[in-house]
Nanobody
Framework: QVQLVESGGGLVQAGGSLRLSCAAS????????MGWYRQAPGKQRELVAT???????NYIDSVKGRFTISRDNAKNMIYLQMNSLKPEDTAVYYC???????WGQGTQVTVSS
């Protein structure tokens, strides 16, 4: 099992940037594929970006070119750099160890127009 703690959310104007962080505990982090999800009010949770243990990343179309997922295995961290934010990016963002029930508690991102 991996424990996950997100941070870095906040309130930002449209066009601004935020960097989310997810701190992971556990020795299996470095061999785990990881993902960032988000859930907007009244909507289902959706997968935003994934990164494999070797650093290969993938994104949903709506964030391609704006968001960048990365990881630092030496620090047991994953990140989500979010640029050119839009009001529709407003959601609670979660990190997850893919294929497991290991979720963080979430961090709120609010983008004002």
């Amino acid at each position: 099992q991996v424990q996950l703690v997100e941070s870095g959310g906040g309130l930002v104007q449209a066009g601004g940037s935020l960097r989310l962080s997810c701190a992971a505990s556990g020795s299996i982090f470095s061999i785990s594929n990881m993902g960032w999800y988000r859930q907007a009010p009244g909507k289902q949770r959706e997968l935003v970006a994934t990164i494999t243990s070797t650093g290969y990343s993938n994104y949903i179309d709506s964030v391609k070119g704006r968001f960048t997922i990365s990881r630092d295995n030496a620090k047991n961290m994953i990140y989500l750099q979010m640029n050119s934010l839009k009001p529709e990016d407003t959601a609670v963002y979660y990190c997850r160890r893919l294929g497991s029930g290991d979720w963080g508690q979430g961090t709120q991102v609010t983008v004002s127009s």
